[in-house]
């Protein structure tokens, strides 16, 4: 099954002429590439890692946004399996499950991110005879991987890395990552925040106020139950430069 997946995600990567050896940014690649596609981030529970809802004119994923950016990386990448290849209208997911759907959406969500192909390059280019936690932080960082998807692929799927290395990587990624030069963002909730919508949602609001469909207050109303205070309120400073 896991080269079947890898299949699948080299063939989704090269749909989007992106090449397998890339590393890719799932969040904006998800609403650039799939058709009006939305992402709500809100609070689940800790159990439920996301949920997808496709519907004829809107893609809907749901993320856990108490989750770390990697997890929540992977969970946007396994929803978008669904999406694409899966009949089901509505899927809610969570960790730790047997159904043979998730198992799949699973592995193509990890060869989305990281495609065989290109751990193969990346060892190679990057001279690794053997993983230790300095290459996986390094690898993890690149692909913009969460740390565990990296260590259950390395060893359930490659057989690279021991069990008794497994357990010892997992521990103290924040520190561990931060003392080698890295920013713990990869770690920790994407942006930090608990609610927040992205995508056509917002899109079609603005569109539909300059279009005089709805008014200012309805607009306001419509990103506020977005989560988007910031748009409403005006809240973002522009990077000056
Ligand atoms: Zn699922």
């Known amino acids: 099954m896991y080269l079947e997946m890898n299949e699948l995600a080299c063939a989704c990567r090269r749909q989007w002429k992106i090449d397998v050896n890339e590393s890719i940014d799932i969040f904006s690649l998800a609403i650039n590439k799939i058709k009006n596609m939305t992402i709500v981030f809100k609070v689940m529970d800790d159990d439920i890692s996301g949920a997808c809802l496709k519907l004829e004119n809107e893609n809907i994923i749901f993320v856990n946004s108490r ?15 669904h999406l694409k290849y899966d009949d089901n209208k509505f899927n809610i997911c969570g960790i730790e499950s047997d159904d043979e759907i998730e198992k799949k959406a699973d592995l193509f969500a990890s060869c989305l991110l990281m495609p065989h192909g290109a751990i193969e390059t990346y060892k190679l280019n990057n001279d690794i005879q053997s993983w230790d936690l300095d290459s996986i932080i390094d690898a993890e960082q690149y692909f913009q991987i969460s740390h565990q998807a990296l260590l259950l ?28 030069g890295y920013d713990s963002s990869l770690y920790t909730p994407y942006l930090n925040m608990e609610y927040l919508t992205i995508g056509n949602y917002i899109k079609l609001t603005e569109k539909a106020f300059e279009e005089d469909l709805i008014s200012q207050g309805k607009k306001e109303e419509l990103l506020l139950d977005a989560f988007r205070e910031d748009i409403v309120y005006n809240l973002n400073e522009d990077e000056s430069f």
């Open 67 to 81: 989750h770390s950016k990697g997890r929540q990386a992977f969970t946007i990448a396994h929803e978008l399996y």
């Open 153 to 180: 692929r390395l060893r359930f799927f490659l057989n690279e890395i021991t069990y008794e290395q497994y357990m010892a990587f997992k521990e103290d990624i924040i520190r561990n990552a931060s003392i080698r």
